[in-house]
C-alpha cells in the first residue's frame, strides 16, 4: 500500500511563493501519474496539475487551463517525491492542496475518480 503526505503549506500574502511536496511511501509499484487537486472552503476539488510517474526526462506535465504559467510540477524519483511550485498566489488560491496517485493513464488529464490515494492535504491561505 503507498503513503502520501504532503508538506509546504503555510499562509502569504498576494504575490507571493510558495513550494509544497508530496513524499510517497510504501508500495509505489505500477504508479503512473501523481497529481495535485485543491479544495477551497465551500467548493468541489479540483485539478490543478499531474505528472508521469516515474516517467523518463521528459517533463510529463500537464496542469489545469487557468493555472498555466503560474504553476509548475516536478519531480525527485530519487526521493519519491513531487513538487508544487505555486508562483503570484491570489487569494482564490487559498485552498487545502491534496497530492494523489493513480495507475491509470486519464488521470494525468485530471480525473479525480483515477486516482486511488491521496494524502492528508497541507492547507495554503493567501492575503490579499
Known amino acids: 500500500q503507498v503513503q502520501l503526505v504532503e508538506s509546504g503549506g503555510g499562509s502569504v500574502q498576494a504575490g507571493g511563493a510558495l513550494r509544497l511536496s508530496c513524499r510517497a511511501s510504501g508500495d509505489t509499484s505500477g504508479t503512473f501519474v501523481m497529481g495535485w487537486f485543491r479544495q477551497a472552503a465551500g467548493k468541489e476539488r479540483e485539478f490543478v496539475g499531474a505528472i508521469v510517474w516515474p516517467g523518463d526526462g521528459s517533463d510529463g506535465t500537464n496542469y489545469a487551463d487557468s493555472l498555466k504559467g503560474r504553476f509548475k510540477i516536478s519531480k525527485d524519483r530519487g526521493q519519491n517525491t513531487i513538487f508544487l511550485q505555486m508562483n503570484n498566489l491570489q487569494a482564490e488560491d487559498s485552498a487545502i492542496y491534496y497530492c494523489?496517485?493513480?495507475?491509470?493513464?486519464?488521470?494525468?488529464?485530471?480525473?479525480?475518480?483515477?486516482?486511488?490515494?491521496w494524502g492528508q492535504g497541507t492547507q495554503v491561505t493567501v492575503s490579499s
Open positions: 494523489g496517485r493513480s495507475k491509470i493513464a486519464s488521470a494525468w488529464y485530471g480525473t479525480s475518480s483515477s486516482y486511488d490515494t
